[in-house]
């Protein structure tokens, strides 16, 4: 069974760099993609990140691209959200995500609708 645990939230500066991470103590995802989302209250889960796991491409919202990284750690079964350059519109409980499917196009892997199992969520809060 998949347990995903979201860490590495915290409150931070505008212009200042968290990185979260996202662990599988079930150790069991190593073929799934893995996804970050997003979530504000009253609005729908953003997708922000997303990983394959055949090679790990990455893929990213455009609200993000040029600031965050996606990476993951086979080894430690941990998959990282490196985000720099934080806004305040940034806020967001965010979410890691994994899920298999193989079409690689925007509509699956940025769908949260595409992903089996979610984390509880860590809340990034920053100031302006």
């Known amino acids: 069974q998949v347990q995903l645990k979201e860490s590495g939230g915290g409150l931070v500066q505008a212009g200042g760099s968290l990185r979260l991470s996202c662990e599988d103590s079930?150790?069991?995802?190593?073929?799934?993609?893995m996804g970050w989302f997003r979530q504000t209250p009253g609005k729908e889960r953003e997708f922000v990140a997303a990983?394959?796991?055949?090679?790990?491409?990455?893929y990213y919202s455009d609200a993000v691209t040029g600031r965050f990284t996606i990476s993951r750690d086979k080894d430690k079964n941990t998959v990282y959200l490196q985000m720099n350059r934080l806004k305040p519109e940034d806020t967001a409980i965010y979410y890691c995500?994994?899920?298999?499917?193989?079409?690689?196009?925007?509509?699956?892997?940025?769908?949260?609708?595409?992903?089996?199992?979610w984390g509880q969520g860590t809340q990034v809060t920053v100031s302006s």
């Open positions: 079930g150790r069991t995802f190593s073929e799934d993609n």
């Open positions: 995500a994994a899920g298999k499917f193989e079409r690689m196009d925007s509509y699956f892997y940025g769908s949260p609708l595409m992903y089996d199992h």
């Open positions: 990983i394959r796991w055949r090679d790990s491409n990455t």
